[in-house]
């Protein structure tokens, strides 16, 4: 094991000294020979063939082709000089052509003398050239440590001015193999090298900086993603196992009168296999005596209130107040008055706060909940405020969590001697893989089902010059007794443009659908809340068959007999949020519609997210798209996440590993949870290691 000689600082390494070493660890982050073997490529070249140039083909990709230089001259032209080169092989000719740096390569490239050169070509006037070739001399070429795939290193532009290029890094990383004899330890467990036929760190190490074959590349690849994803995974499931331990929660062990009531008597509606099994999930978690933190994922529309509900009705058996936040308003109101519905047999108290509650109303609240003549509160970030105090919140929900920070979460769950318990809920799927590495902390639950009877929605994508058919299908709809809704795009930036597209769509359709005959409701982000309200309802009480409106009914507002979404420059809508919004729809027992609308220009993006939502209607293939055209960087809370500062594996690309590395940790830990079996001492060093350097939950709770 040489493990301390993978700890000596880079300046020691052959080859290195002071200021290269000091480029290292300020540019590449390189302090030790550990972090220069754990330097990856980001990519290789293929080496192993050369071309004649008379088989060269004009698809351009990188090819390597052995020749001679025969003739150089310099070329005038209006944007510049450029140096062209006749390079020439038994079968034909091409050009060599450089912009910069003519000076130096006429005086250093020797004419009529074999080269190896390597580089992209392009097709023109019948004749292949290449920019800016990588040459060596074939002497050189055929002495130097060459291997199948050529490693090519990430750099910066600070690094090739300071001469190293990729090939300075490619010698070091020789030589640090000579020095350390390419001897590292394995650091996964001999039962998983067996089962998944691993090949050793050592040669895993070797094969990706000097691949021998293509396959051995793919194998060293597997085998260092696989550990990188393992230690990842291993350091979550440690910090949830402590969690669990550390964190105490109440216990809520009787299941009482008010769930045994509702449950028995009050249900409107057959649960779920989905809300049943998740009920019985929170159920567990509430009565082990650990905090419960807990994420509630489930797409629109898929019943995750009742499970709210039901989640604190069992709080308040156990003699405690529970909360519901959720991001506007109208979600508040909303979940309000289903919740005083659903409860009206039952004897519980409930009461909404938000920006708009009354002074006197305020303080009546503050004192029935400090007095405990509250059993549960709905509301607004108004629940944040210092004034609110509970008697004993045991359970606060959060409803559409991307829209809450992490300090709001936890300023929630100190409201109390003890954290109360916690369910997140959220309508955005987070692809389970990102939600793994993410979210560790967090116990995860799926609604995976939706209730019965609902038709899927129906989605089309209709260009503007279509709005005609558009607004006869509307008119036939609401012939029928249905509403529609017609929302424009929202972007804080120009905000100002985005309110005169509205207004001047609410016009046109106000034209088109004149009153008495038709009514209109309009609600945007500029209205006082009282306003938005007074809309909303004449909306929802049938009042107004259009409600023409800004993404602020994208959030859970529920109005069944609403059939019709229209999607105003639906190009401008990341996938999620076009989701949330059909999500309005489809809520009755009627057929509904989605209609996308957009101009002619499309970016390739817009287009495949129009053809994604046309195609299916499940919210987590949307998420995996959405994450393949996004990347995680952009996707809620991930860009502070050190997760994702992976040196080898690819979150999104590699999840299969992901899951199979997360399902080993799991196995591990089970069976040797503070890895004290002696055939674990390599797992429980390097997992100290990697926790020492990665911080990978910061950023939760
Ligand atoms: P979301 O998960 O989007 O918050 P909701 O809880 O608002 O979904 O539920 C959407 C609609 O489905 C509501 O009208 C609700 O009453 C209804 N619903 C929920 N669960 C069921 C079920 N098991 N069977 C029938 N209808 C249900
Ligand atoms: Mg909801």
């Known amino acids: ?213 293509q396959e051995l590349l793919a194998r060293a690849q597997f085998r260092l993603k696989f550990e990188e994803l393992f230690y990842i995974q291993l350091q979550l499931l440690v910090k949830n196992m402590l969690h669990k331990k550390r964190i105490k929660g109440y216990v809520f062990d009787t299941i009482g009168e008010n769930f045994e009531t509702f449950y028995s008597e009050h249900l409107p509606f057959q649960l779920t296999g989905a809300q049943k099994k998740v009920i019985k999930e929170i159920r567990s978690d509430l009565g082990s005596g650990a905090q419960m933190n807990r994420l509630l994922q489930g797409d629109v529309g898929s019943g995750k209130t009742i499970v709210a509900l039901m989640s604190m009705l069992i709080a308040l058996d156990n003699g405690f107040q529970a909360c519901l936040m959720a991001p506007t308003e109208i979600l508040s109101v909303q979940h309000y008055t289903g919740l005083v519905e659903l409860c009206k047999e039952l004897n519980t108290s409930i009461e909404l706060l938000t920006g708009s509650t009354k002074a006197s109303k305020r303080r009546e609240i503050h004192e029935k909940l400090e007095n405990g003549e509250l059993d549960i509160l709905i509301g607004t970030h108004a629940l944040l405020e210092d004034k609110v105090k509970f008697k004993n919140l045991g359970l606060a929900i959060i409803d559409e969590q991307h829209r809450f920070g992490v300090e709001q979460r936890s300023k929630l769950w100190k409201k109390n001697d003890l954290p109360s318990h916690i369910l997140v809920m959220t309508a955005t799927p987070i692809p389970r893989t ?142 999620s949020q076009l989701h949330q919004l059909r999500g309005r729809v489809g809520r009755g027992a009627e057929q509904s519609y989605c209609i996308l609308m957009s101009g002619h220009k499309l970016s390739e993006d817009s287009k495949t997210r129009l053809q994604t939502m046309v195609s299916t209607n499940d919210g987590f293939e949307l998420a995996e798209v959405d994450l ?32 199979s590395a997360r399902d080993y940790a799991k196995r591990l830990l089970t069976d040797d949870p503070n890895l004290e079996l002696p055939e674990h001492k390599m797992v429980k060093y390097t997992y100290q290691q990697v926790a020492k350097h990665k911080n990978i939950w910061n950023y939760i709770s």
């Open 434 to 575: 990102l939600a793994m590495s993410l979210y560790g902390d967090l116990d995860v639950s799926v609604i995976d089902e939706l209730p019965p009877g609902r038709r899927p929605i129906k989605t089309v994508h209709r260009f503007d010059s279509n709005r005609l058919k558009v607004f006869r299908f509307i008119r036939d709809e609401i012939e029928k007794g249905r509403q529609i809704y017609i929302v424009y795009p929202l972007i804080q930036e120009s905000e100002k443009m985005d309110y005169k597209d509205l207004m001047d769509g609410y016009e046109s359709i106000s034209r088109e659908f004149p009153m008495p005959k038709y009514q209109i409701s309009i609600v945007h982000g500029q209205m006082k809340p009282a306003d938005k309200n007074y809309e909303m309802d004449r909306f929802i009480n049938g009042d107004t068959q259009i409600m023409v409106a800004t993404t602020v009914i994208e959030v859970g507002v529920n109005v069944p007999n609403a059939s019709v979404m229209i999607i105003e420059s639906s190009e401008r809508f990341g996938l």
């Open 1 to 213: 094991m040489n493990t301390n000689l993978l700890q000596t600082p880079i300046d020691y390494l052959k080859g290195v000294g002071p200021s290269r070493a000091e480029l290292f660890r300020k540019e590449l982050g390189i302090h030790t020979y550990q972090d220069l073997i754990n330097f990856f490529p980001n990519r290789y070249l293929d080496k192993t063939k050369y071309y004649k140039i008379n088989q060269l083909q004009q698809s351009s990709a990188d090819v390597q082709v052995l020749g001679k230089i025969v003739a150089f001259r310099t070329i005038e032209q209006k944007r510049g000089k450029r140096l062209v080169a006749d390079f020439v092989d038994e079968t034909g000719k091409m050009e060599l052509v450089w912009f910069r740096g003519q000076k130096w390569i006429r005086e250093n490239l020797k004419l009529n003398t074999p080269y190896v050169i390597f580089g992209k070509t392009n097709w023109f006037n019948g004749l292949f050239s290449m920019a800016h070739p990588e040459m060596e001399l074939l002497e050189e070429h055929e002495k130097s440590l060459r291997t199948a795939m050529q490693p090519v290193y990430p750099s910066s532009e600070k690094l090739t001015n300071k001469g190293i290029t990729n090939r300075v890094i490619n010698k070091l990383m020789q030589q640090l193999f000579i020095e350390t004899k390419g001897k590292f330890y394995d650091t996964l467990p001999q039962n998983i090298h067996e089962d998944l036929k691993l090949i050793s760190r050592a040669e895993a190490l070797f094969n990706v900086h000097f691949p021998k074959s």
């Open 628 to 659: 393949k055209l996004r990347g995680p960087g952009d996707l809620m809370g991930t860009q502070q996440s050190g997760v994702l500062n992976l040196k080898i594996a690819d979150i999104v690309k590699d999840n299969q590993i992901l899951k």
